[in-house]
Each structure stands twice: as structure tokens, then as C-alpha cells.
């Protein structure tokens, strides 16, 4: 099971780290997508890291706010956020592609096999 913590309350220009942790099985052959979800809206990817973290794709709205790491060793990804923004309101998931790769069609949710529930970030401006 894949569990996303960290979201929470903040102003516009603030800065939340989510974490995506794994029970029962290790991240360390996964890639790992980064998606969220807004009210009324589709489930869009945010981000993408390969399994050894050397390849991250992000999301252009997101690209020179967001980070993506991970820590094999803790079987936790990180999901680092800054300058916030009202459109950032959604509710993060994390999910698990056994390929271990990040493709040009990363974002696509059905290549991920193992999904998170979602923690929620609310951005107020």
C-alpha cells in the first residue's frame, strides 16, 4: 500500500513537502508519479521519478516550483513544493509503475499499478 502525507493549510508562496511512503513492498524498482486532483476536475500528473531517481519529468505548471526525490534507504518519496499557488489546491496521490521508468507518457494513470490514497493541499491567496 502506498500512503501520501504532508499536505495541509498554507498561504500562496509557501512551501509543503509531501512524502509518499510504502508498506508491504520497497519503491526501489518504481517509478513513482506524483498526480492530483482539483473538484471537478480530471486527475492530472504532476511529476514522475525513475527508481534510481537519476530521471524526473514534471508537469510544466509545476516545473521550477516542484521537486521530486527519493530515499530508497526509507522507502519514501518526496514531493518538495514551493511558491504555492491557489491552483495547487487539490488532492495529492502518489502511485507505483513497476516499469521503473519515466516515459514520454508518464502521466498517463494507467501505467501505474499501485495507488496511494491522497492527502489533501489547500492553498488560500
Known amino acids: 500500500q502506498l500512503q501520501a502525507s504532508g499536505g495541509g493549510l498554507v498561504q500562496a508562496g509557501e512551501s509543503l513537502t509531501l512524502s509518499c511512503a510504502a508498506s508491504?513492498?520497497?519503491?526501489?524498482?518504481?517509478?513513482i508519479g506524483w498526480f492530483r486532483q482539483a473538484p471537478g476536475q480530471e486527475r492530472e500528473g504532476v511529476s514522475c521519478?525513475?527508481?534510481?531517481?537519476?530521471?524526473?519529468i514534471y508537469e510544466d505548471s509545476v516545473k521550477g516550483r516542484f521537486t521530486v526525490s527519493r530515499d530508497n534507504a526509507k522507502n519514501t518519496v518526496y514531493l518538495q513544493m514551493n511558491s504555492l499557488k491557489s491552483e495547487d489546491t487539490a488532492i495529492y496521490y502518489c502511485?507505483?509503475?513497476?516499469?521503473?521508468?519515466?516515459?514520454?507518457?508518464?502521466?498517463?494513470?494507467?501505467?501505474?499499478?499501485?495507488w496511494g490514497q491522497g492527502t489533501q493541499v489547500t492553498v488560500s491567496s
Open positions: 508491504r513492498f520497497t519503491l526501489e524498482h518504481y517509478a
Open positions: 502511485a507505483a509503475d513497476l516499469r521503473g521508468r519515466c516515459v514520454s507518457h508518464w502521466y498517463l494513470r494507467s501505467r501505474y499499478e499501485n
Open positions: 521519478v525513475s527508481f534510481s531517481g537519476d530521471r524526473t
